[in-house]
Structure formats: structure tokens, C-alpha cells
């Protein structure tokens, strides 16, 4: 007579069996899982790092355009159009506009009007952006693209 103290034991071929069952079912489940795992991508897209800045044709020299929300400034001269990251090179804060340059707010890093560092932690001046033309008639700035310092894009 069994009790809660002394089982009954269970025969071999009953445990078996009900092994055979968990272990399927755990196969099943871990299946329907992965299954529906596969309908989401584990990699999401990234945002682009091109945007358009407005048509070549609003660029004339003496035109500074700053997009905000891209923390990037797009200036026009005569030797063409540029765009420079607001993006300071130390750790990453938006540099305020000052009258010899910009000045980043987080540790106090100067750089002048061209994005060279006078002064502060940043280790390397603001990066200056790919600028390019768009079959639309767009300038198109990249951020993921850096170009050497002075680098202006010919309008003609
Ligand atoms: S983040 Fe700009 S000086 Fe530190």
C-alpha cells in the first residue's frame, strides 16, 4: 500500500513513456517559439544618415542653414557648400553658436568658425560632412560620411 511517504514506483515502461511525452512537447514548444520568433527580424534597419538639406538653388554664398534636427550646419561661399557636425568630438553634447565660433555647453570645448578645436577637452575638431547632389535637384548631406576639413562641394 502506498502513501504520500512511500510512493508506489512507477514501472519502467511508464516512465519512459511519459519522458518520451515531456520530451516531445518541450520539442514542440521550443519549435513554436523559434517560429514565432522568425516572423520579427532581430536586426532592425537603421535610420539613414543622408538628408536632404533643400534645393541647390536656394544655396547662394553668404547662406548658413542649420537642421536642427540633424545637429548639422550647411554653409554656402563662394567655393562651394559645406556641412559640419554640431556634434562635439569629446563626448557627444550639440555645440552652442557663439560669436568666434561655437562653444560646447557639457565641458566647455571652443572650436572656431570652421570647427577647428581652440580650446577644451575635445580631442579632434567638428567633423565636416559629405555634401552631394541629388538627381532631384538636392543637396544631399551625409553624416555618415566625413570629408576632410575645407572640403566645399562645387555649385555651379
Ligand atoms: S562633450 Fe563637449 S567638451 Fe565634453
Redesign the pocket.
Known sequence: MSNRLEPEPIPRRDFLGMASMWSAGIAVLGSAIGMARLAKPSVLPEASKRFRVGKVSEFKPGIVKVIAEQNVRVVCSSQGVAAMSLI?T????VVDKTEAGFK?P????IFDETGKVLG???PRGLLWLSVSLAADGSLVVDKGKEVPEGQFFEIT
Do not use: I, M
Request: aromatic residues 0%; glycine residues 24%.
Open positions: 562635439c569629446h563626448l557627444g553634447c560646447c557639457c565641458h566647455g570645448s577644451g577637452p575635445a
